[in-house]
């Protein structure tokens, strides 16, 4: 299923069990012939705004549940070349199970791209499974948002990630990209951040690196305006510039 137009979307104060909004369980996985270019799962594509707001879940996934065979591609796309914003995914007011939650990931994979725009998560992901960050999109984690919840495996390969509230609790890779860890961003020591050759980390708030994992490569590039705190014996090296 693909959704996608140059017309402003809302899914607004809709409600369910799993998934206020959307429940995806749709992938090309067992789907003769095993083609993801023939069988892209779900795609929500936008090309003059997207909006998810004040859906609830009584169970998980505020706004969208994606199962476990599920894969979901957001895609935040401007319809004009002149308003590069226009194409943003707005997640606010989203709750599951009383508290704040934009999507539960039960397994699955999910994709977060776009030539333009902004994906700003308000209230967080949660579960298992997999995201990835492509595109040149900007994916914005709120100051509220607790994406800590998720203990799968993130990585960034293009495009921006303002981090600016809890971060992914699971393994976290940037390959590729710039990751903005600002005032209020925060790591769980479970969790680890990677960033590799190819990755740049801006640091303006508080980075604590408390996993023996916790890597950020001499070959990254690193602009520090905040503090990096290395904890239970943590080692990495850094290249300042």
């Not at 369980?25 to 909006?51: F, V």
């Not at 998720?150 to 971060?167: L, P």
Request: glycine share 18%.
């Amino acid at each position: 299923m693909t959704e996608t137009g140059t017309r402003s979307c809302s899914f607004t104060e809709n409600t369910a069990a799993n998934g206020g909004a959307i429940y995806n369980n749709s992938s090309y996985r067992g789907i003769p012939p095993e083609d993801p270019a023939t069988h892209p799962g779900m795609t929500l594509a936008s090309g003059a705004g997207m909006a998810f707001t004040n859906n609830t879940a009584t169970g998980d996934g505020g706004a969208i549940y994606n199962g476990a065979n599920g894969k979901l591609t957001l895609i935040a796309d401007s319809a004009e070349t002149d308003n590069p914003d226009d194409g943003s995914i707005v997640f606010s007011g989203n709750t599951a199970n009383g508290k704040p939650n934009d999507i539960h990931n039960d397994g699955g994979e999910l994709i977060f791209t776009g030539s333009g725009g902004v994906i700003a998560l308000g209230g967080g992901v949660s579960g298992t499974g997999s995201i990835t960050k492509e595109g040149e999109s900007a994916l914005v984690l709120g100051a509220d948002a607790d994406n800590s919840g998720f203990t799968g495996t993130f990585s960034q390969t293009k495009g921006v990630v303002d981090a600016n509230g809890k971060f992914f609790g699971g393994d976290n890779t940037i390959t590729g990209g710039i990751i903005n860890w600002n005032p209020g961003a925060d790591k769980a020591d479970t969790a680890t951040l990677k960033v590799t050759d190819g990755g740049t980390i801006n640091v303006s708030g508080n980075l604590r690196l408390g996993n023996p994992d916790d890597l950020i490569a001499q070959e990254a590039a690193t602009n520090l305006y905040g503090n990096i705190d290395l904890a239970g014996g943590v080692r990495c090296r850094v290249l300042l510039l």
